[in-house]
């Protein structure tokens, strides 16, 4: 059995201080009177068996000179000692020395001592050897008497784990415990017991359950979990008992322990259905997460109100629940939030959207005045989103949510950005959906557009007034408006003249005034004190829209510039006025021509570009020009791209709560998948399999993985040659963060090996937990050796290592097989993930690692090699299949995946084909690491090497 095989019962950490030493040093040390010195020599001894040392001449002298201390130091590592040590020969009999050791811990089973006897019943509880226990049986049953709570809890484990293992030891233990726990009054002495008694005799379990049924609330919380534990098991082989603990269930949500709430919580579930218990378990979850301060307790909880909420059954129950789970969002963790939302999103109905809307705008309200919060700006980000969503879907409410999300326009710092565009995408939205409100919104935008200070949400909302606007007294406004956003005309004039005289008030020297006061010095008398001073200038502050067009920003200029010829021709169609209609247009012009000539000088900060200029010039000759296509082009096209837009980001289903919603389409099992009666299961497995709890074990390990053949035979790797003296391979198993190797060694030749051990080492963000231990292997014998590697990133790791080994008999040195390296795939960490196409780019400004992969492949059509990329790297497209669509000789797509460690990666393809048809571009691969970068790029360029072979 190899020490991965073998029971674990502490972690021993090597010291840097540690040095192995002979074994004859060792004794000197032992044999030393000086406590502290024999301390050392144990805890030297330790690891050097812990590392696979054979120590067998020490033994004697642990039992005559280091036994008979009483220093507890010493005691503590004899146990670690005797724990570890090898109890057997080479004959596979105990040893005769074991004698002595059974008889020395004998006698501290009776030590005056507390301490020492409690440790030693814990040591006994680690023992697998019957031989060494059978002398000890009388001392620990007789340790069940002792006076010290201590002592009596590690005497009813050791006869627990005892009966356990040989239940010939001790024939009659329930039957012992059982009386035991009727007269004991420590605590954690009774939950010892009774936890005894839930797994190996239920029967009696029960019986003490029944006759303390009333007073469970009253107990400790150790002992209240076992109770739970006892009521799920019997419950569930017996569906009859449920009656009779239901109500006991039901009064421990009300306890003070958080772990006997919860495990109460999911029992209750197991128990009943009804909609009562539903509420009370909904509330109780809630209650943990707004009372517990760790944020991944409040994600665990959270997890299982949301299973809770997928019963189709339980939704008007948690429908009711809504406003209670919203408390969820007063935890400042912004993760615990966003699952708090998607929840509350899950349960929005007609019957409760106006009280989910009210809470949310106060949340909004809230995020005004916590500006000095860390994550206040994605938090207002994910709450305008949020009403966003509920004002589309439920235009009762969007009355009360636009005026709100509107004041947040003229947000002008960095952080509030973010959230600012989020609004005005919603006010676009909503002018296109909700037709009845449009005039009062058209105000309100018009209103608060003079403080937008945010290029882009200017730029949204010059669209939406140049679209919306109809009514002659809103085009009227709207040019009013914008004319006053824009400041004085022409705007390269004014501001050459605001220059000059600058520089003219600055040459002329300003007098000074004097100032004269009088002070009194500290000592008592006075003084006078003149102070001169300068007149201050006074500074013009200038419109937001002017700053923005001083900074070089004349893309908001050309969304300006379509604005008002959008304006200018619909006023013609509601004015009856020639002079009113000329007057509209050539003021438009006038501002679009000052904006131009503006753009072309040096005198902002950037000139403007030429797409802006030929922009502002197609808009002044539209409107020197019209004809009855480009006003159809401006004035009705434009609607129709933005409504087709719509159309399509609603099939899309951007939001994010979408699918979760859908959960009629969810299938619950396969028309051929097996069904389970417990009745007809035969072997303990396949009842224990029907715990939660096991499940979730089996699925920690891996376990419950199912996979043909041909994959469990591609995660075999050979290390060595068949013509090698030891044959090496190794079956590779990657479970989330842990890489367990399961090894075969073969010995090829006719002699015996000793000392054979597998040395192993890694390259990349992996880590070895053990060395394997040395071993034997007689002619043509195998040994499968087990080792375990934790993994901390998404990076391609390699392990590699050698085999050592002496022949026996051989007096050369000892022999090496070099093995060949384990290449760790990168895509086992990699996962399809979605996110929104502002999130996307988000990331993409943010991340600052970049690996840019040239296209080599021999395809020709660029949406299968979009697809190969796909299957490659594990990353799902961003982009929609409607743009993909027909032909074309160019392609760009978004690809975007997550890790198990919660990075991401992100992935721009830009692919066209060329002369002679042949797939050419660069893929852009970006990522807050290095590491994931340069292996997803490194995985495509491998794959692109092997597919032009």
Request: overall charge negative.
């Amino acid at each position: 059995m190899t020490s991965v095989d073998q029971p674990c019962y502490a972690l021993l950490g090597e010291s840097d201080s540690y040095e192995p030493l002979l074994e004859q040093e060792l004794k000197k040390q032992l044999v030393n009177s000086n406590p502290t010195v024999k301390a050392e020599a144990l805890k030297t001894a330790i690891m050097m068996l812990m590392n696979g040392e054979k120590l067998p001449t020490i033994l004697m002298s642990v039992i005559r000179f280091v036994m008979p201390c009483d220093d507890h130091l010493v005691k503590k590592l004899l146990l670690i000692f005797w724990e570890i040590v090898p109890k057997y020969g080479p004959d596979g009999k105990l040893l005769q020395e074991m004698i002595l050791v059974c008889d020395a811990y004998r006698k501290d089973l009776v030590h005056p001592n507390e301490f020492v006897r409690g440790s030693t019943l814990r040591f006994l509880c680690k023992l697998r050897e019957p031989d060494l226990l059978h002398p000890l049986m009388p001392s620990i049953q007789d340790c069940l008497g002792s006076r010290h709570a201590y002592v009596r809890r590690n005497a009813v484990l050791a006869i627990y784990t005892i009966f356990k293992s040989f239940p010939q030891l001790i024939p009659d233990a329930p039957e012992l415990v059982s009386n035991y726990l009727k007269n004991e009054s420590d605590s954690s002495c009774k939950r010892n017991a009774f936890m005894m008694l839930v797994h190996v005799d239920e029967e009696r379990a029960l019986e003490y359950l029944a006759s303390c049924i009333d007073d469970v609330q009253s107990f400790n919380d150790i002992l209240q979990l076992v109770i739970v534990e006892l009521v799920q098991k019997v419950c569930r082989h017996d569906a009859s008992k449920r009656s009779r603990f239901i109500r006991s269930i039901y009064n421990l949500l009300d306890s003070n322990s958080s772990a006997v709430k919860f495990d109460a919580a999911s029992a209750l579930l197991t128990l009943t259905s009804a909609p009562t218990a539903i509420t009370a378990v909904a509330k109780c979850y809630t209650d943990l997460i707004m009372t517990e301060g760790d944020n991944n307790v409040k994600l665990i909880v959270l997890d299982k109100l949301v299973k809770l909420n997928d019963n189709p059954g339980n939704e008007r129950v948690m429908q009711d629940l809504s406003m209670d789970i919203l408390k969820i969002l007063s935890a400042p963790d912004l993760t615990v939030r966003k699952k708090t939302i998607s929840l509350a999103m899950q349960l929005v109905s007609s019957r409760n959207v106006h009280e989910i809307v009210m809470f949310l705008q106060k949340e909004l309200a809230k995020t005004s005045s916590q500006e000095g919060y860390e994550k206040n700006a994605e938090y207002r980000q994910l709450l305008v989103r949020t009403l966003h969503q509920l004002g589309v879907k439920y235009p009762e409410v969007a009355t009360t949510i636009v005026p709100q999300l509107m004041e947040f326009l003229s947000d002008s710092n960095e952080s509030a950005a973010a959230s600012a565009y989020d609004v005005i995408i919603f006010v676009r939205e909503a002018f296109e959906k909700l037709p009845d409100l449009r005039p009062e919104m058209l105000n309100t935008l018009l209103a608060s557009f003079g403080q937008i200070s945010v290029a882009n949400v200017a730029r949204s909302a010059l669209w939406i007034i140049g679209e919306f606007a109809e009514t002659q007294t809103d085009l009227d406004t709207a040019l009013n408006e914008i004319k006053r956003c824009l400041g004085p005309l022409p705007l390269l004039d004014t501001e050459m003249r605001e220059a000059d005289d600058s520089e003219e008030d600055g040459e002329k020297e300003q007098q000074p005034q004097m100032i004269t006061r009088t002070r009194i010095t500290a000592d008592g008398t006075y003084a006078t004190e003149s102070v001169y001073t300068a007149p201050e200038k006074a500074v013009e502050e200038k419109p937001e829209l002017r700053k923005m067009l001083l900074s070089g920003d004349f893309f908001v200029g050309a969304a300006l510039s379509s604005a008002l010829t959008k304006l200018s021709l619909k006023f013609k169609n509601t004015s009856s006025s020639e002079v009113e209609k000329n007057r509209y247009t050539a003021t438009a012009m006038m501002m679009m021509a000052s904006i131009l000539r503006f753009g072309k000088s040096n005198v902002p900060e950037k000139q403007a570009s030429p797409d802006c200029q030929d922009r502002i010039m197609t808009c002044i000759h539209v409107l020197a020009h019209p004809t009855p296509a480009l006003e159809k082009l401006f004035t009705q096209q434009c609607h129709n791209a933005l409504t087709e837009m719509l159309h399509a980001l609603s099939s899309r289903a951007e939001d994010p709560f979408a699918s979760s919603k859908r959960k009629g389409n969810k299938v619950a099992s396969e028309i051929d998948e097996g069904i389970t009666f417990r009745a007809l299961c035969i072997t303990e497995e396949e009842l224990s399999m029907d715990d939660d709890r096991e499940l979730l074990l089996s699925k920690a390990t891996g376990s419950d993985a199912k996979e043909d053949k041909s994959s469990k035979l591609s995660k075999v790797f050979q290390l060595s040659g068949f013509s090698d003296p030891v044959y090496v391979e190794a079956y590779v198993v990657v479970n989330q963060y842990d890489i367990l190797l399961d090894v075969l060694v073969v010995n090829q030749t006719s002699d015996t090996l000793q000392n054979l051990t597998l040395e192993l080492a890694t390259l990349g963000d992996l880590k070895l937990t053990e060395k394997p231990q040395s071993h034997t292997l007689g002619p043509n014998d195998f040994r499968n050796i087990k080792a375990n590697v934790k993994v901390s990133s998404t990076e391609t790791g390699i392990i590699f290592g050698n085999i050592v080994y002496d022949i026996s008999g051989a007096t050369s040195d000892r022999n090496c097989v070099i093995l060949n390296d384990i290449h760790i795939d990168i895509m086992d960490y990699i996962t399809p993930a979605h996110c929104t196409e502002a999130e996307f780019r988000g990331m993409w400004v943010e991340f600052e690692w970049e690996n840019k992969v040239a296209v080599r492949t021999s395809l020709t059509n660029l949406t299968a090699y979009l697809e190969q990329i796909q299957k490659t790297t594990n990353m799902s497209c961003l982009t929609p299949e409607s743009a993909l669509k027909g032909n074309c000789n160019f392609l760009a797509a978004n690809l975007y995946a997550k890790s198990v460690f919660g990075e991401d990666a992100l992935a721009n393809i830009s692919i066209e084909k060329d002369a002679d048809g042949k797939i050419v571009g660069h893929i852009r691969i970006r990522a807050k690491t290095q590491g994931i970068a340069l292996s997803l790029g490194d995985k495509i360029t491998l794959h692109q090497q092997n597919k032009s072979k």
